[in-house]
C-alpha cells in the first residue's frame, strides 16, 4: 500500500523549494522582488497542481480540491496574493529568503482556511442530497443487528421487543455474540434471532460490522441490546432510508429528542468533548456522532461496514468518515432515550482509545486504505 500522506508531504516539500528557487532566480536577473515572487507563485502553483494531481486521492474528502480546478485557481489566487504583499513588504528591511518563508508561512495558513471552507461546503452539501434509487437488493424489508456481550439476562426480552414494536413489517433480526462467557447466543436463538458468534470478544464495532454484512435486509439498522433507543422508533428510521437517504442517524440533541434519564456530567462532558475532536476525521456537522441508533441501505451497508476496520467503539466516527468520502446521503432523526443507567463501559476506559482511534482513520485515510474497487464505484454517491 502506498503512503500517500508521505507522498502528499514529498509533494508538498518539492513545491516550495521550487517556490524558492525560482523567487531567487528571477531575483538574481534584476526583476524586481514583487515580480520574481509573482513568477515563483505561478511556477509553484501550476507545479503543484500537476504533482498533487498525479500523487494524492482526490476521493479522500480532505484533499478533495485536487479535482476542482476554480476552486484550485481561486485559492492559489488569494493565498499568492498575500504570499506577494508580505514577502515584497519585507524583503525591503531584511533577507529576501526569511522575507518568503513568512510569505509561505501566512499564504499556508490562507491556503489552509479556504481549503477547509470549500471542503466543508462540498461535503455538507452531498449528505444533505438525497438520490433517486431504486431500493437496495434484500430478501427483507429490514434487517435490525443487536451486538450483545455477556446478555444471557436480557437478549431474549429484547428480541421479544424488536419484533413486537415493528409487527406488521417484514423484519430480520440479528443478535451478534461479540465472544459472550454466557449463553447470550443460545437465549437468542431461542427467542427467534438468527445468531452470529464470533469466537472471541473483539468490541462493538467488530460486532455490528459482523450483522450489517450478515444481513440480508433492504433497510440495516443497529441498535444497543439493551433497547435504550426504544425500538419504536426504528420505524422513523427505516422510513428515513425508504424516502431515498443512504443513511439515516439518531441525534440526541435535535428538537423533538428526549432523554429520560440524563447522562453523568463526566459522560456529558467527554461525549461534547470527543464530537469537538472529530473535526480532525469529518467535516459534516454532528452534534452526536455516538448516537446507538443508525440505519442504512442494504447496499450501503455492505458497501461502508466492508470498508471499517476499527472494532472499538470510535467505529461510528469511522462509519461517518465512509459516508462523507463514498459521497452518500445522510438525514439525522430526532430519537427518544430511555437509559437505565446499567451499562457496563466506563468512560475514563474508552475515552483515550478513541481519541486514538480518530487518528488511525485519519491516517488510514491517507494512506488510501479505504479505496474503493472498481466493482464497488457504482454503490458510491459521487
Not at 513588504?89 to 526569511?98: F, N, R, T, V
Not at 464495532?205 to 459482523?210: C, I
Not at 446521503?329 to 446499567?342: I, N
Request: glycine letters at 8%.
Amino acid at each position: 500500500m502506498r503512503r500517500r500522506f508521505r507522498r502528499f508531504a514529498a509533494v508538498s516539500s518539492v513545491v516550495t523549494v521550487a517556490d524558492l528557487a525560482v523567487l531567487a532566480l528571477a531575483n538574481s536577473v534584476g526583476l524586481h522582488v514583487a515580480a520574481a515572487d509573482v513568477i515563483a507563485v505561478l511556477a509553484a502553483s501550476l507545479l503543484s497542481w500537476l504533482l498533487h494531481r498525479s500523487v494524492t486521492l482526490a476521493d479522500d474528502p480532505f484533499v478533495r480540491w485536487v479535482g476542482q480546478p476554480r476552486s484550485f485557481v481561486l485559492t492559489a489566487a488569494l493565498a499568492g496574493a498575500v504570499d506577494v504583499i508580505v514577502t515584497t513588504s519585507l524583503a525591503g528591511s531584511g533577507p529576501l529568503l526569511a522575507a518568503k518563508i513568512v510569505g509561505l508561512l501566512l499564504a499556508g495558513f490562507v491556503r489552509f482556511t479556504l481549503y477547509r471552507a470549500i471542503l466543508f461546503t462540498d461535503t455538507r452539501r452531498d449528505l444533505q442530497t438525497r438520490r433517486d434509487l431504486p431500493a437496495s437488493p434484500g430478501e427483507h424489508r429490514f434487517t435490525v443487528v443487536l451486538p450483545a456481550f455477556g446478555e444471557a439476562g436480557r437478549v431474549a426480552d429484547s428480541v421479544a421487543r424488536v419484533g413486537a414494536a415493528l409487527d406488521g413489517i417484514d423484519v430480520e433480526i440479528i443478535v451478534v455474540d461479540d465472544g459472550s462467557p454466557d449463553a447470550t447466543a443460545e437465549r437468542a436463538a431461542e427467542a427467534g434471532a438468527t445468531v452470529v458468534r464470533l469466537p472471541v470478544n473483539r468490541g462493538k464495532g467488530a460486532a455490528v460490522r459482523a450483522g450489517m454484512l450478515a444481513a440480508s435486509g433492504r433497510t440495516v439498522a443497529f441498535t444497543d441490546v439493551d433497547l435504550a433507543y426504544p425500538p419504536e422508533q426504528l420505524r422513523s428510521l427505516l422510513e428515513a432510508v425508504e424516502a431515498g437517504w443512504d443513511v439515516a442517524v439518531g441525534n440526541r440533541w435535535l428538537p423533538g429528542s428526549e432523554a429520560l434519564a440524563r447522562p453523568s456530567l463526566l459522560r456529558q462532558a467527554s461525549s461534547r468533548l470527543f464530537n469537538l475532536l472529530t473535526a480532525t476525521v469529518l467535516l459534516g456537522q454532528y452534534r452526536d456522532t455516538q448516537c446507538g441508533c443508525k440505519a442504512f441501505r442494504g447496499d450501503v451497508a455492505r458497501l461502508v461496514f466492508g470498508r471499517t476496520r476499527l472494532d472499538s467503539f470510535a467505529f461510528d466516527v469511522e462509519v461517518l468518515h465512509l459516508v462523507e468520502r463514498y459521497r452518500l446521503s445522510l438525514t439525522e432523526v430526532a430519537v427518544r432515550v430511555d437509559d437505565d443507567g446499567t451499562s457496563t463501559v466506563s468512560v475514563a476506559r474508552v475515552a483515550a482509545g478513541m481519541v486514538r482511534d480518530l487518528f488511525r482513520v485519519r491516517r488510514w485515510g491517507s494512506e488510501g486504505l479505504y479505496d474503493l474497487d472498481p466493482s464497488e464505484v457504482e454503490v458510491e454517491g459521487g
